[in-house]
């Protein structure tokens, strides 16, 4: 038991830690794996399966325009790949300490789920939103440098299927749109499914709130670019209703990091006040909407309290504002922001 309670108590810096630290340190852990062995020949990228190829091909990159301040303003959702996690992993109504350990022993895993990413093309400047996965997560030897207890845990309860065309360096230069013309990187949290894709925005400045950098939980330095150094923010009080504090991305104060915390111990999430509608890009907060309107906290989180209280805080700005809500692993996030759909509560 003591061995236990020192696992659970641990925390490392972001330069300290390493892998496997991290991995035990912080219970719970992001998504990040390679294909379980027993499924390598139902879920490998290169896998001749026709409906793989296909649901591989159907990735898509959504754009709507929603107006801003009287100008119109283009959001695109961008999907860099897609990740299966246990069934307890998503979805864990009796959250225990242990719950790690039963991750490992469910058997079952959900469906493959879109891995978004977000690019604002602000009149401030184009504003990028998490970075998503790259390819190299398909490769066997990937994590390697975090440690042997992150790739053994991983290979046993994460999937990914991510290609080249999926990274979101490659997405956006399809869109056109070009490093230097990106105002900011955004990132919610420093789980890999939204930080591998930094390698391909070296020099575009990177923001990222101060205390999510300092303390980060399921963090593996060892896979993040040396050049790294991201420009770190502290929250404003008195700057947003019921969520009482927030960082402005923009001169204009349309969009706001605000604290959504829970799924690590200092989540963010991005708010984009439109004209039209609010939209909440809501990183981890939960796997899909219907979890939050029903109140199913997903199976792994630093902090159960937290995210009831990020949920109930949620609920509540959307009672009193139009609010799009857009989690990074649900498969009606594009969809919902090409049509503006608004949470809607009983």
Known sequence: MYKIKTIIMQRRGINKSTGSTALLGMIPISHFSQTNKDLTHLFQANSKDTKLNESIHLLKTQTTTVKCNGKEVKIHAIQTGSVAVKQAHRSNRTAHFLTPIKISLDKNFTEFMPIWTWAIEHPEGIIVIDTGENADVMNPDYLIPAGKLVMKYSKRNFMFEVSKENEIGFQLRKLGIANDSIKNVV????????????????????????????????????????????????????????????????????????????????????????????????????????????????????????????????????????????????SDSGIRLMNKIKLEQK
């Not at 923009?250 to 999430?269: A, Q, R, V």
């Not at 209280?309 to 009193?320: D, Q």
């Open 187 to 330: 990132l919610t949290h420093l789980h890999i499914d939204h930080t591998d894709g930094i390698k391909d925005f070296k020099n575009v400045e990177i923001i990222i709130n101060e205390q999510e950098y300092m303390h980060p939980s399921g963090h593996f330095p060892e896979l993040i670019p040396k050049w790294f150094k991201p420009k770190t923010v502290k929250y404003q009080k008195d700057n947003l209703e019921i969520f009482e504090e927030a960082y402005p991305l923009t001169k204009s104060e349309d969009l706001l990091l605000i604290p959504t915390n829970g799924h690590t111990k200092n989540h963010s999430s991005v708010l984009f006040k439109t004209d039209e509608c609010d939209i909440l890009f809501a990183g981890d907060v939960c796997y899909n909407q219907r979890q939050l309107l029903e109140n199913d906290l997903p199976g792994i989180n630093v902090n159960y309290k937290e995210s009831k209280k990020t949920f109930e805080k949620i609920k509540t700005y959307a009672k009193n504002n139009n609010l799009v809500f857009l989690p990074s692993h649900d």
